[in-house]
């Protein structure tokens, strides 16, 4: 079944550890996104990619990365992760054509870092 | 640019009572997709609706319905003999899909209460 996968669920780490956020999506779309989702619920773009070795930021400024060396790979990186790094971060993905214009979602990582 | 405006914050409905969630947006665009997705709590973010802009026939899933107008830039949801399980949080979407800008452009998102 085609769809878009986000690991881990929960994650709850120490202050100045590296940590990745793995997305992945089966579906073959070109469009990738990471969005931060803060408690309000209001969703931020923080980064996007158009394709493979494509990468741009968001609108919201972020200290992660991200790479896209693989169309299905979207992993997003703390190199030192602090206290208000702690939100939701939600992958999606898209293929926009004629019929399929929407962007699906993982089911998100909720970060806490302590 | 695009912006995407929700004004409630949250609604409450009775159980299978009809709620209407509103959201109205900006663009200079004439071609383009607009999106009510729904995150219930703790769950996946799920399209609800969609309806592109050059369609002048407003879009209907099932007990969900959208009354568009383009002149206006509105898009609100309405929501039909509500259930439980529609509780969650309702996002309202922009999405420009040519000229090589596919950026998804989100409300700030209103909460849903169904009351049995």
């Known amino acids: 079944e085609a769809d878009i996968y986000q690991t881990p669920r929960y994650l709850v780490i120490g202050t100045g550890k590296k940590i990745t956020l793995e997305c992945s999506q089966t579906?073959?779309?070109?469009?990738m996104y990471w969005y931060q989702q803060d408690p309000g619920m209001e969703l931020h773009l923080i980064h996007y990619?158009?394709?493979?070795?494509?990468?741009e930021k968001g609108d919201l400024s972020s200290e992660s990365t991200v790479s896209r060396i693989r169309t299905e790979h979207f992993p997003l990186t703390l190199e030192s992760a602090r206290p208000s790094h702690t939100s939701q971060y939600l992958c999606?993905?898209?293929?926009?054509?004629?019929?399929?214009?929407?962007?699906?979602f993982g089911q998100g990582t909720r970060l806490t870092v302590v | 640019a695009q912006t995407v405006t929700q004004s409630q914050p949250e609604m409450s409905v009775q159980e299978a009572e009809t709620v209407t969630l509103s959201c109205t947006y900006d663009?200079?665009?004439?071609?383009?997709?607009l999106f009510w997705y729904k995150q219930p709590p703790s769950r996946q973010m799920i399209l609800v609706i969609r309806?592109?802009?050059?369609?002048?026939q407003n879009a209907t899933e099932n007990r969900f319905s959208v009354n568009f107008q383009k002149a206006a830039k509105s898009f609100s949801l309405k929501i039909s003999d509500s259930q439980l399980g529609d509780a969650a949080m309702y996002f309202c979407?922009?999405?420009?899909?040519?000229?090589?800008?596919?950026?998804?452009?989100f409300g700030t998102g209103t909460r849903l209460k169904v009351l049995a």
């Open positions: 999606a993905s898209s293929d926009v054509g004629a019929a399929n214009t929407e962007a699906f």
């Open positions: 579906m073959g779309h070109d469009k």
């Open positions: 990619s158009y394709g493979v070795n494509s990468t």
């Open positions: 663009t200079s665009e004439s071609d383009y997709y």
């Open positions: 309806q592109e802009a050059y369609k002048q």
């Open positions: 979407a922009y999405h420009h899909g040519t000229s090589g800008t596919y950026k998804y452009i």
